[in-house]
Structures are given as structure tokens and as C-alpha cells.
């Protein structure tokens, strides 16, 4: 390869002086190498061989991601480092994200619109979408996804065999009872999404629903870039053997992504680095707990719906 860096030069004018027997001097004007730096040694750390164990250790667990990331996890562990120091060791370890991945089995123990419409704050802009998966034996597998445009937290990854639009309210009403209703909902223009049903139950509870323009999926850049990202991460490297390891990896690397994962667009921080609990509503709060209409009857009603009502 080419001589950009002066380790690469110093190796080079070694190289000539003892394949050619000249002299350090000639040796460095041919390479275009500085003397001094020739001469020059470079200081070893102890912490140099821990340090690079560490980068090695998260670089196999994490194998999507790239010596940013890797710093950041670093930092994250008590490591005083800066991002210059980890590429200078990752790249001399030969570390790169790989362009393809061999995907893993697992041996388990028992059976908007045109005119787009930023997010300013949590629950302001929800967005959904399907992602599609299989299982070892060639069965599809469906994917909702549910994400906070504002925050990056992916709410929910609903694993299941078929989803229609009754699964899809079912998924947003469990997810509504712990964070609240959003004003607004985006989406495409898939049948699930515009289903009658759907939207009237979303009216009812408040929320709008903004679909974007056919065949503009970059409408939708948030919840696109993130199925990028469980694609790339999690689907590609995994081999589901059965419908409920699914769902089992799939949650886990949910509450991965959301609480260890670093977001660039976030700073390198997590979108919820800690997991907290909400308050169980007592006889005394039902009336201030969020009230759902149901969607199988066709008026509806204004009572309390809890997870379980839908089913």
C-alpha cells in the first residue's frame, strides 16, 4: 500500500538498507522519511497490552461497530481515552467492520406527509413501520416497529407470524399506557396503517396520523434508519429457530439498543440510559390514568382499558 504513515516509512527504509545496502541517509530521501522521525521511539504505555484487550473484548461482542462507538463504551468503562488512541490500536490489531456477517444460531436450554414535521419533544411524533425477518425453516416473520422520532427510543418490537392492523393497536395501546399518547403518528401507507379501523381507534385517543407520499420512504427517515440499524446489528447476524426465540432476542436487543447502545445523533449517549419503572396507578389514580376507546365495539367507550382488554 502506499507510504502514508510514518511507521509504514520507517519500515520502508529499514527495508532499503538491508535489501540494498545504503545508507540511512539516502534510505530516508528516497522514502521521503525525516531523520528524526526514523531515529524516533515511540514510548509504550502499560496500559498499552489492558487497553487493547479491552478494545479487542468489546470489538468481538460488538462486531457493527466501529472505533467511535468502541471509544465511547470505553470511556463509558472507566477508560481515559481519546478516539485518535483507540484508531491507532484498531487499526494496527487489523479491526473493521466487516461489510458481510455470518449470521448465528443459538442452542436454547428447553423448548408524514409531503411537508415534513420535525419532532420538538417526547411524545410529539411517533413513527411505525414493518420490518420483515424469517426463521431457520424459511417461515416469515413480521416486525412492528414502534420508535419516538424526539428521544430515538425504540417503544416496542412486536414479533409475530402475521400482524394486522388490531395487532398493531393492541401493540400501541400496550405502549401508550406506560408512555403517554403522542400528538402525532407517522407512517406509511402500508393496509395496516390505513385501516379504517386503525385510524378511527388513533382519532379517538387523539392522536393524528401522518402518512407520507407513495413510494418516499425518506419521509420516514427516522424509523427507516432505524430498521437500517436492526437489520444490520441484530437480523443479519441471527439465526431464529423457532417464533419465540425470536421474540426473546429481539426484546433483548430492544432494551440493548436503548440503554447501552451510543446514538451519534444523541452525543454518543444511549436514547434511555436508565430503565425506570412507571408508577402502577391505585384504586385512587384510575381516574388520571390514560383512557383508551375500544376498538372492537363500534361506538366505543370512555372506560379504563388495561393490557388485556383487547384480547
Known amino acids: 500500500g502506499k507510504l502514508l504513515s510514518p511507521e509504514r516509512r520507517r519500515c520502508a527504509v529499514e527495508h532499503a538498507r538491508e535489501e540494498y545496502e545504503v545508507s540511512e541517509r539516502r534510505a530516508c530521501r528516497v522514502v521521503r522519511q525525516w531523520r528524526g522521525t526514523q531515529r524516533y521511539l515511540p514510548l509504550r504505555r502499560t496500559d498499552e497490552d489492558q487497553l487493547t484487550q479491552a478494545i479487542l473484548a468489546l470489538a468481538a461482542k460488538y462486531g457493527r461497530y466501529g472505533y ?16 485518535d488512541r483507540v484508531q491507532r490500536i484498531w487499526r494496527r490489531e487489523g479491526l473493521k467492520v466487516p461489510q458481510k456477517q455470518r449470521p448465528r444460531g443459538r442452542l436454547w436450554l428447553g423448548d408524514g406527509s409531503c411537508v415534513r414535521l420535525r419532532p420538538e419533544r417526547a411524545n410529539h411524533v411517533w413513527s411505525y413501520d414493518f420490518v420483515k425477518a424469517m426463521t431457520h425453516d424459511g417461515r416469515a416473520l413480521r416486525i412492528l416497529v414502534v420508535i419516538d422520532e424526539y428521544t430515538r427510543e425504540c417503544l416496542a418490537l412486536r414479533v409475530a407470524r ?4 388490531l395487532q398493531v393497536i393492541e401493540t400501541l395501546a400496550d405502549v401508550m399506557l406506560v408512555r403517554g399518547i403522542p400528538e402525532h403518528i407517522r407512517s406509511d401507507n402500508g393496509p395496516e396503517f390505513i385501516a379504517e379501523e ?24 427516522y424509523c427507516e434508519s432505524f430498521n437500517g440499524k436492526l437489520r444490520d446489528e441484530f437480523l443479519n447476524g441471527e439465526i431464529f429457530y423457532s ?11 430492544r432494551v440493548e439498543y436503548n440503554t447501552e447502545r451510543p446514538h451519534s445523533a444523541l452525543g454518543y449517549r444511549p436514547p434511555a440510559p436508565q430503565a425506570i419503572l412507571p408508577k402502577q396507578p391505585g384504586h385512587g389514580d384510575m381516574e388520571n390514568a390514560p383512557r383508551f376507546p375500544h376498538p372492537h365495539t363500534p361506538g366505543g367507550y370512555d372506560g379504563q382499558m388495561s393490557n388485556k382488554a383487547l384480547h
Open 162 to 165: 402475521r400482524l394486522g392492523s
Open 198 to 221: 386503525l385510524r378511527k381507534w388513533l382519532g379517538k385517543v387523539g392522536t393524528r396520523t401522518l402518512y407520507i407520499e407513495p413510494g418516499s420512504p425518506w419521509e420516514n427517515g
Open 68 to 83: 467511535r462507538r468502541i471509544t465511547v463504551l470505553l470511556r463509558s468503562a472507566g477508560w481515559p481515552v481519546g478516539k
Open 243 to 253: 417464533l419465540k426465540e425470536a421474540q426473546i432476542l429481539t426484546e433483548r436487543w
